[in-house]
């Protein structure tokens, strides 16, 4: 069973950092496209970062570039998001998905299992 479980959300100050974890099960990561989405109350779901099954990324979002980093360890069979200079408006539920193809896209339909998402607020 195809399954993915986000974790490391939680409070933080502006300017803090957090890392969040997708770990895969019942599947290997790292032929397909990962991404990052996050959603926020009464906001559309917002691709936030994406990593092809070749290895590329992408920030989809313009608010988090140079903050937000996205990685894979084939090995764990997880996939991270690296998350710096935290500002509230980064405020919402980061959920992790795969598409299952090589290519990442923007569009959070196209993308086929999720996780049940992980909460992060930043907050002084």
């Known amino acids: 069973q195809l399954q993915l479980v986000e974790s490391g959300g939680g409070l933080v100050q502006p300017g803090g950092s957090l890392r969040l974890s997708c770990a895969a099960s019942?599947?290997?990561?790292?032929?397909?496209?990962i991404g990052w989405f996050r959603q926020a109350p009464g906001r559309e779901r917002e691709g936030v970062s994406c990593?092809?099954?070749?290895?590329?990324?992408?920030n989809r979002a313009d608010s988090v570039k140079g903050r937000f980093t996205i990685s894979r360890d084939n090995a764990k069979n997880t996939v991270y998001l690296q998350m710096n200079s935290l500002k509230p408006e980064d405020t919402a539920v980061y959920y992790c998905?795969?598409?299952?193809?090589?290519?990442?896209?923007?569009?959070?339909?196209?993308?086929?299992?999720w996780g049940q998402g992980t909460q992060v607020t930043v907050s002084s």
């Open positions: 998905a795969v598409r299952l193809k090589r290519e990442c896209s923007s569009i959070w339909r196209l993308y086929d299992y």
């Open positions: 990593i092809s099954g070749s290895g590329g990324t992408t």
């Open positions: 019942g599947f290997t990561l790292d032929y397909y496209a």
